[in-house]
């Protein structure tokens, strides 16, 4: 059964009455598809309009989406002989984080990214997708593994941030991340990121420094969660969507800033409502990132990964008032 | 009657102080500790560099106020001064807010950068400043880090950090989290060059500068006592519904959990710094030749 938003509501309550106006047609012969036919062109009218033009609010609750494809259900989709592979070697295997190795159009690739529950057992086990130290060390380590085999590396991203919690601040969950970065600038294979979801914070850039940073339609990235935003600008937590309206956070902003290279187009509705469509986009997306990158000699593919980030950010720049960025 | 025996309280002329001698009084001659509540004498507390002759409490320093601890005297030249923050995301009051600290602090961003000697040996500096929006990293701060730490890289010195900093600045939105990644693609060229990076985090660093440049250097220093740590106190409280007990987070509580080399007193951090610089050479030389 799918999960309806709020914003969905007028929809689904005009869907319903299609369907009864259906079912009374069935049941006592009496010819309605008039009206079904007008019906059904007002809900296509009215899932135009609602789809059309998604405010940033809507995008963060679709982003949010329990039926929306997850990080191994992309892993599954785009390649064969997916090996997932556990464990950060140093303390525990984090399960808000998969890895693994799989074959792409022929190629050997190594996945990495956060990953979701689909219903609120498996959630709890994945810690809701909030990773802990040892989530981006076990990433760290098959990164490092995919270096050393010449392996290109593939990352999706789809959290609400790093888990803010006791254990996690003992074991470092700034070095874990700080380290991920580091390192990350200076692998020797080509990195393909994609936000799938939820790009939250340092938990999300913590697997997000590549050569191609990939983004779909309906997602979001930002500094911080717009209610946690809301919760210290405000100190109130309920003002997200005031948070979410006015800190530039969806695929498109970021396409503007230059922060993300493509804007993968979702199925009508979202990813949620043709998971396998959305897969499909996906696969050719980083078929062609690939494609791309895997000609490039090292030097020059660090090169520009270096120049990628080095030239984030907008600033003056002495008397001149022109942005640099 | 009975309280004829017990006059009144006798009253007396009160005479105000003239207003010019109120005036007189100098502005903060005195300070209280913020952990002992000792009074201190501001002379005093210059005296003992800012910190409590007492308990040991560190007081939040001002960037200026670390370079001068810090380096020798008149050895400091600042690079980029000329860089300006901008507004990007066109955030409600944020311009504003940047003038109106530039105008209290004299500052132009959150950080101080430049080159400076310490016992003669040559070094880059980046400092945080916690008066100009919490220390908070934005394009500007990012980007002065990213030029001074490039500077190192091609004079081949070593890179120092004082952070202090609530995180990355929330009014630029993802351009904030992206310093983060800038400022690692910059120390990834300073370490893959041989140099050395010492980081020295002060009260209070974290966020996006604790899960950046804070936690990659070669050694971590803390000053006593440092609030150091991803998430906030308020955050991971909320999250567990438990109290933290008082020492969770501190310079002395990530020492311990292996995040940290040394906590150093303020008034060793300059010897110290010297002594670590003096046992790093680089082709059998030494930095200040």
Redesign the interface.
Known sequence: MAIDLPFEKPLVELRVKIDELKRFTEEKGIDMSEEVATLEAKATALAQAIYRDLTPWQKVQIARHPDRPTTLDYARGLCDDFVELHGDRQFRDDPAVVGGIARFGGMAITIVGTQKGKDTKENIYRNFGMAHPEGYRKARRLMKQAEKFGRPILTFIDTAG?????G????????A???N???M??LRVPIVCIVTGEGG??GA??L??GDRILMLEHAW????APE??AA??WKDATQGQRAAD????TAQ??YR?G?VDEVLPEPFGGAQRAPQEMIHTVKSAVASAFEHLCCMPVDELLQK??EK??N????????DSS?Q? | MLKDLFPKKKRYATIAPHPSARDKVPEGLMNKCKNCSEILLSKELDKHMKTCPHCGYHFTLSAPERIAMTVDEDSFEEFDTELKTADPLSFPDYLQKVEKVIEATGLTEAVITGRGAIHGKPVVLGVMDARFIMGSMGSVVGEKLSRAIERAVAENLPMLIFSVSGGARMQEGILSLMQMAKVSAALSRHQSAGLLYISIMTNPTTGGVTASFAMQGDIHLAEPGAIIGFAGRRVIEQTIRQKLPDEFQTAEFVLQHGMIDRVVHRKDMRATLSTILSLHTKGGEDFGD
């Open positions: 790093a888990y803010p919690g006791t996690a601040e003992e074991r470092g969950q700034g070095e991340i700080a380290h970065l580091i390192d600038v200076g914070s340092g850039l913590g997000g420094v990235y930002s500094v911080i946690s935003a210290i600008l006015s800190m530039c956070i902003d970021l800033f922060v990964r270096y980030f080095r984030m950010g907008v600033f003056y720049e002495g008397n942005l960025d």
